[in-house]
Nanobody
Framework: VQLQASGGGLVQAGGSPRLSCAAS????????MGWFRQAPGQEREFVAA????????YYLDSVKGRFTISRDNAKNTVYLQMNSLKPEDTAVYYC???????????????????WGQGTQVTVSS
């Protein structure tokens, strides 16, 4: 399984970049997908997740209403649309995948068995 995240960079506060994560080596439509982030000196934290059926989405409270997770099963890609970015959103963003047999909570990184390499998002004030 390979997950390739892209779309990060230097963004001004209030900006709206979209992160993409292209997956390969798995039956994408059967995997739940998530985004996590890690800021310098902090632990990795959950940002958003989407179920394999696309019927359920989950968000960190501080990004609700600003970020939207979506997936395109035909393209084996999950997206994170980020709007109204704030300096505190600065972090390395990781996409992750969890197999169909995983029953753990989407909010916990331990529920995800596969991780991408991360893409840096830096928000300037």
């Amino acid at each position: 399984v390979q997950l390739q995240a892209s779309g990060g960079g230097l963004v001004q506060a209030g900006g709206s970049p979209r992160l993409s994560c292209a997956a390969s080596g798995l039956t994408f439509s059967t995997y739940g997908m998530g985004w996590f982030r890690q800021a310098p000196g902090q632990e990795r934290e959950f940002v958003a997740a989407i179920s394999r059926s696309d019927s359920s989405t989950y968000y960190l409270d501080s990004v609700k209403g600003r970020f939207t997770i979506s997936r395109d099963n035909a393209k084996n890609t999950v997206y994170l649309q980020m709007n109204s970015l704030k300096p505190e959103d600065t972090a390395v963003y990781y996409c992750a995948a969890r197999g169909p047999g995983n029953r753990g909570s989407y909010y916990y990184s331990d529920s995800f068995g596969y991780w991408g390499q991360g893409t840096q998002v830096t928000v300037s004030s």
